[in-house]
Nanobody
Framework: QVQLQESGGGLVQPGGSLALSCVAS????????YGWYRQAPGKQRELVAA???????TYADSVKGRFTISRDNAKYTVYLQMNSLKPEDTAVYYC?????????WGQGTQVTVAS
């Protein structure tokens, strides 16, 4: 089992920045990919960014050039730096960790971009 704990959400004005963190605990040795997903009201959950154990990065087109995902393997932590935030980035952001056999989710953290 893997447990994920997100932090760092909140309210920010358009054009501002926020940084999310997700700490993994438990069977962390089994994780090969960390990702951040988001779900806005009335919409499906979507991939925002992901990073594999080999360092391969994936970004949604809507966040390329604005968001940066990174991981600290020694701390079992994945980060999402979000810059130039837009109102359409408003959503609950979920941390995800994948092993060969399973996918784990955090409880989510709210990000609201509004003036």
């Amino acid at each position: 089992q893997v447990q994920l704990q997100e932090s760092g959400g909140g309210l920010v004005q358009p054009g501002g920045s926020l940084a999310l963190s997700c700490v993994a605990s438990g069977s962390t040795y089994a994780i090969n990919t960390y990702g951040w997903y988001r779900q806005a009201p009335g919409k499906q959950r979507e991939l925002v960014a992901a990073v594999t154990s080999g360092g391969t990065l994936t970004y949604a087109d809507s966040v390329k050039g604005r968001f940066t995902i990174s991981r600290d393997n020694a701390k079992y932590t994945v980060y999402l730096q979000m810059n130039s935030l837009k109102p359409e980035d408003t959503a609950v952001y979920y941390c995800n960790a994948k092993s060969v056999l399973r996918s784990y989710w955090g409880q989510g953290t709210q990000v609201t971009v509004a003036s």
